[in-house]
C-alpha cells in the first residue's frame, strides 16, 4: 500500500464484511501441522543420525549439516506457531492494532530468515552426500555439478537474507510500516525495496534448486552398475524428495 504494508484505516473498514466478522479468529490448525511435520523432521532426521553414526559408523558433513538445518526448521516452526498464536497471524487485517501489526512484521522477518537459512542449508546437506557417494564412481563432471550447485544455494542464502535484512533503510523500517503513527513522524526518512517482488524472485529461485538438487541423482543413477530394478527402486526414493 503507498506509505506502507498495512492499508489505512478506512480501508481496513471497507473491507470488513459480515462474511469475515470482527474478532474472528482461526483455530488451531497451523499449530497442529507444524507440530506434527516438526515431529515427524526430527524422528528423521534422529534416526538418520542413528543409522550413520551408531549403525554403519560412516557419518560426514551431510549429516553435521542435516542437524544445523534441523535447529533453523526448529526455529521456523516455533515462529510460525508464535506468529499463528500470539503475534497476529490468526486474525484479520482489521482486527490488528498497530502495536500487534509491527510485532507480526518482526515474526514475519525472524519466519523468513529461518525459512531461507533451513531449507538452504538442507539442500546443501543433500548436494554434499551426493558429492560423497559420487567420489571416484562417475566422471568429473557431476562433481562438478554439485560443487555449482552448492555455490549457487549460497549465493541465493546470501543474496536473500541480505535483502530481508538490509531492503529497508533503516531495517527497523521492516516492521514499523505498518504503523501508521510511525509513518507519519517518520514520512520521508525511511525507504525499503519491492517486499512482494522480492519474496516472488526468492520463491522462484528456490524451486529451480529444488529441482536441481532432485534431478541430479537421476544423473548419478545412469552411470552406476546395478540393476534395472535396483534403479527403478532408488528413483522412486529419490522421487520423494520432489514431492
Given at each position: 500500500m503507498p506509505g506502507g504494508l498495512h492499508p489505512p484505516p478506512e480501508l481496513l473498514k471497507a473491507w470488513q464484511t459480515d462474511q469475515y466478522p470482527h474478532g474472528e479468529r482461526r483455530d488451531y490448525s497451523i499449530v497442529v501441522i507444524v507440530t506434527i511435520f516438526g515431529v515427524l523432521a526430527v524422528t528423521t532426521v534422529a534416526a538418520r543420525l542413528w543409522a550413520r553414526i551408531v549403525v554403519n559408523r560412516n557419518s560426514g558433513l551431510d549429516d553435521a549439516l542435516i542437524v544445523v538445518a534441523l535447529l533453523f526448521t526448529i526455529g521456523l516452526a516455533i515462529s510460525v506457531i508464535l506468529g499463528s498464536r500470539l503475534y497476529g497471524f490468526d486474525r484479520h487485517a482489521w482486527d490488528l492494532s498497530f502495536a500487534m501489526a509491527v510485532k507480526s512484521r518482526e515474526i514475519t522477518m525472524a519466519i523468513e530468515a529461518h525459512y531461507i537459512i533451513?531449507?538452504?542449508?538442507?539442500?546443501?546437506?543433500?548436494?554434499?552426500?551426493?558429492?560423497?557417494?559420487?567420489?571416484?564412481?562417475?566422471?568429473?563432471?557431476?562433481?562438478?555439478?554439485?560443487?555449482?550447485?552448492?555455490?549457487?544455494v549460497v549465493a541465493y542464502m546470501i543474496a536473500f537474507l541480505g535483502t530481508l535484512f538490509f531492503g529497508c533503510s533503516p531495517i527497523s523500517a521492516f516492521w514499523n510500516q505498518v504503523d501508521q503513527q510511525w509513518l507519519v513522524t517518520h514520512a520521508g526518512k525511511w525507504h525499503c525495496i519491492n517486499e512482494p517482488g522480492n519474496l516472488l524472485a526468492a520463491?522462484?529461485?528456490?524451486?529451480?534448486?529444488?529441482?536441481?538438487a532432485c534431478g541430479l541423482p537421476y544423473l548419478l543413477l545412469r552411470k552406476l552398475q546395478m540393476s534395472r530394478r535396483q534403479k527403478i527402486a532408488l528413483t522412486a526414493v529419490f522421487g520423494v524428495g520432489i514431492l
Open positions: 533451513a531449507t538452504g542449508i538442507t539442500k546443501i546437506s543433500i548436494l554434499c552426500f551426493y558429492r560423497r557417494i559420487a567420489s571416484g564412481t562417475v566422471a568429473n563432471w557431476f562433481l562438478y555439478s554439485t560443487w555449482a550447485s552448492i555455490a549457487f520463491s522462484s529461485v528456490s524451486i529451480v534448486q529444488d529441482f536441481l
